[in-house]
């Protein structure tokens, strides 16, 4: 991901870097490439002209004018941008709460939920030392259910006994009775995806949410989705307040922009993305670490 925008601002960047005077004309070329850069890289239209404007703004006063090497100060408030953008610092799930802790994971059909929910107890598991429960709300595709047990089987996690009678809300009550009297640290739930955004989703996502009370609710959104990203992060935000994003399919040779754009129209941090399809491919996500890569 991330190698063709990568090598646009790599191109853009060297013809300023070892200028002497940049004019005001310079930077809004410069300028220029780096938005066309970054629409071809799938940004969100809006995220992209706000970044612009913020770069604009610093790159055309004081700080560069009077810099000695000012293109190298222009790279830099990119870098400084870029990183604003993306988030400061890499955020843990955050597990702070009496046990036991309830994560939800909501999204698109598709989108590598079921995966990256099992992934996430493993990890929980092996780094924190965490007993763990799954269950799955995925009333309308009993292959969902069974997936999620048998990844739970591969993980060595329990997952909550699959009952086809249920609807979600029953089950993520009965999963919360189970996680508290099975003496569980962590609960999460894996609920139902819909290949495209729709009320009946958002209903029932916010009725579970409503009954299971979770401290982390998170988007698990497929990075090599483009300019729908912003309207995908922004739909679930509003109705089920996400608490952060996991960005799946990151080995992919997706562009990178959902990335961007998530972050920047949410607000809401990107903790962790998917990086293969082995129940180990999950990594924390430094959002310093992905603007050196994208800068090169
Ligand atoms: P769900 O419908 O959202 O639950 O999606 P699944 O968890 O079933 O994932 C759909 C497919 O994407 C599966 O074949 C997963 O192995 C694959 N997948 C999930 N996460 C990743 C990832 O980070 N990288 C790659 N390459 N594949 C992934």
Redesign the pocket.
Same mark, same amino acid.
Request: overall charge neutral; hydrophobic content about 45%; aromatic content about 2%.
């Given at each position: 991901m991330f190698e063709s925008l990568s090598d646009r601002l790599g191109k853009i960047f060297e013809g300023l870097r070892g200028r002497g005077a940049l004019s005001e004309a310079d930077v809004t070329a410069a300028l220029r490439e780096v938005r066309r850069a970054l629409i071809e890289a799938d940004v969100s239209l809006e995220v992209v002209r706000a970044f612009v404007e913020q770069v604009r703004e610093r790159a055309v006063g004081a700080e560069v004018t009077r810099s000695i090497t000012p293109g190298q100060q222009v790279v830099k408030i990119v870098h400084d941008e870029l990183v604003a953008v993306l988030g400061d610092a890499a955020v843990p799930i955050d597990l702070n709460a009496p046990a036991p802790v309830t994560l939800l994971m909501v999204? /698109? $059909?598709?989108?590598? =939920?079921?995966?990256?929910?099992a =992934?996430i107890a493993k990890r929980l598991k092996e780094r924190q030392g965490k007993k763990v429960l799954l269950a799955s709300l995925?009333t309308r595709r009993p292959a %969902?259910m069974e $997936?999620l047990k048998v990844l739970g089987e591969q993980v060595g996690v329990a997952t909550l006994p699959i009952v086809t009678t249920e609807d979600p809300v029953a089950i993520a009550r009965r999963a919360a009775r189970e996680a508290r009297l099975g003496g569980f640290d962590v609960l999460i739930l !894996?609920t139902a995806?819909r290949t495209h955004i729709d009320e009946e989703l958002m209903d029932e996502t916010a009725r579970i949410k409503a009954v299971s009370n979770p401290h982390e609710v998170l988007l698990?959104a497929d990075?090599l989705t483009g300019q729908d990203a912003v309207n995908l992060a922004r739909s679930f935000d509003s109705r089920v307040d996400l608490t952060g994003i996991v960005l799946?399919?990151? !080995?992919?040779d997706g562009r990178g922009g959902a990335a961007l754009s998530m972050r920047a129209a949410t607000g809401k941090p990107i903790k962790l993305?998917?990086?293969?399809?082995r129940m180990d %491919? /999950?990594e924390d996500f430094h959002p310093g670490r992905v603007a050196d890569r994208i800068l090169g």
């Amino acid at each position: 991901m991330f190698e063709s925008l990568s090598d646009r601002l790599g191109k853009i960047f060297e013809g300023l870097r070892g200028r002497g005077a940049l004019s005001e004309a310079d930077v809004t070329a410069a300028l220029r490439e780096v938005r066309r850069a970054l629409i071809e890289a799938d940004v969100s239209l809006e995220v992209v002209r706000a970044f612009v404007e913020q770069v604009r703004e610093r790159a055309v006063g004081a700080e560069v004018t009077r810099s000695i090497t000012p293109g190298q100060q222009v790279v830099k408030i990119v870098h400084d941008e870029l990183v604003a953008v993306l988030g400061d610092a890499a955020v843990p799930i955050d597990l702070n709460a009496p046990a036991p802790v309830t994560l939800l994971m909501v999204g /698109l $059909q598709g989108s590598g =939920k079921t995966t990256t929910t099992a =992934k996430i107890a493993k990890r929980l598991k092996e780094r924190q030392g965490k007993k763990v429960l799954l269950a799955s709300l995925d009333t309308r595709r009993p292959a %969902a259910m069974e $997936q999620l047990k048998v990844l739970g089987e591969q993980v060595g996690v329990a997952t909550l006994p699959i009952v086809t009678t249920e609807d979600p809300v029953a089950i993520a009550r009965r999963a919360a009775r189970e996680a508290r009297l099975g003496g569980f640290d962590v609960l999460i739930l !894996d609920t139902a995806g819909r290949t495209h955004i729709d009320e009946e989703l958002m209903d029932e996502t916010a009725r579970i949410k409503a009954v299971s009370n979770p401290h982390e609710v998170l988007l698990v959104a497929d990075a090599l989705t483009g300019q729908d990203a912003v309207n995908l992060a922004r739909s679930f935000d509003s109705r089920v307040d996400l608490t952060g994003i996991v960005l799946t399919r990151v !080995d992919g040779d997706g562009r990178g922009g959902a990335a961007l754009s998530m972050r920047a129209a949410t607000g809401k941090p990107i903790k962790l993305v998917g990086v293969g399809e082995r129940m180990d %491919a /999950l990594e924390d996500f430094h959002p310093g670490r992905v603007a050196d890569r994208i800068l090169g």
